[in-house]
């Protein structure tokens, strides 16, 4: 690990600024991702940022009827509130499967959002990487890929975004709330968040350099049934080789987002109408687009038929 100063932000307002004036200046409230990088000197910022004292860990109702989920909020704490267990019990679910216990007590909500790929070429250092060093190549096209992106993908990157958490988001229609450097608030649908891959894979976010994450606000409650289902190699403390969050409602009717096959959570609104048709017109519409490697090609069957699982809960 490299030398690096320390702070702790006095406020929102100079958190952000404190970002904007170093390039290699990070926030930190749990670290359970940071740290790890660090050590690994794929991370190296200079200067950190300790967020953790900002107040921004509470969850509160909107006047909209929905519900605003301060960034500092341990998965933790989200997982077991009373409200977001009766009305987004999707979120909940994504959570609990995620991670252990003790990395959940500290890892935030803005830092679930923010997490970094766990492609295996990502985190060895001895290999290209066009996410780690840009311009190197991508050593995962060609090389190990089961557990890689099938769609969304590009000829620089098939890494895939690895929380639990922000599948729900995105299947709940989450707004993420930032602070600019010069004060200004900003308010980011889940959809535009993440970005695709590109030819510019080590940018994963719309944030600005300094934006700082505040909150994550949910809509009022949508009903129906809310379902997580993660598939994995083993039964705990692994990522999804796929993952669906989906919100059925009686009709059959919903969302669906899926994770494990893309760089963000990948959610089409033209496949959410084909949902009452069934998981094989859905998954045909969300993965019509799909560019697999020979390693990963199955991933295509297995969203059709954990999708199959889900709508067959649903109906239950």
């Known amino acids: 690990m490299r030398a690096f100063t320390y702070e702790r932000a006095s406020s929102i307002e100079a958190a952000a600024r404190a970002a904007a004036s170093s390039p290699t200046a990070k926030f930190i409230a749990g670290g359970t ?18 967020v953790n004292g900002l107040g921004l860990d509470k969850i509160e109702k909107t006047p909209e009827g929905g519900l605003r989920i301060g960034a500092s909020v ?27 216990g003790q990395l959940r007590n500290k890892a935030t909500t803005a830092g679930n959002l923010l997490q970094r790929t766990r492609c295996p070429y990502f985190y060895d250092t001895n290999q290209p990487c066009n996410k780690r ?7 995962a096209i060609g090389g190990f890929s ?14 895939t975004h690895p929380s639990d958490m922000t599948v729900a988001m995105r299947a709940l229609d989450a707004v993420v709330e930032t602070v600019k450097p010069d004060g200004r ?15 510019t894979p080590h940018l994963e976010t719309v944030l600005e350099q300094g934006e700082f994450i505040i909150a994550v606000v949910l809509p009022a409650p949508v009903g129906g049934r809310h379902i997580y289902r993660k598939v994995r190699d083993r039964a705990s403390y692994a990522f999804a080789l796929v993952s669906i969050g989906a919100v059925i409602q009686p009709d059959g009717s919903g969302r669906v987002a899926v994770g494990g ?10 496949a959410d109408a084909e949902l009452a ?21 199955f991933k295509i069957d297995l969203v059709e038929r954990t999708l199959g699982a889900v709508i067959a809960e649903a109906r239950s």
Not at 77 to 100: K, P
């Open 33 to 50: 991702n940071l740290l790890d990088l660090m050590k690994l000197e794929i991370e190296a910022p200079t200067h950190l940022i300790d």
């Open 74 to 100: 341990r998965n933790t704490d989200l997982a077991a509130n009373d409200i977001v267990r009766r009305d987004y019990g999707l979120l909940s679910r994504a959570l609990l499967a995620g991670a252990s």
């Open 133 to 139: 060093q840009p311009g190197s190549g991508c050593s």
């Open 146 to 159: 089961r557990q890689l992106g099938i769609v969304g993908v590009s000829d620089a990157c098939i890494a």
């Open 185 to 199: 608030r900003h308010a980011i649908p889940i959809a535009e968040f993440h970005r695709l891959p590109g030819d």
């Open 261 to 270: 096959v893309a760089h963000k959570p990948w959610r089409l609104e033209a």
């Open 277 to 297: 048709k069934g998981a094989k017109a859905t998954s045909a519409a969300l993965l019509a687009d799909a560019r697999p490697t020979e390693q990963n090609r």
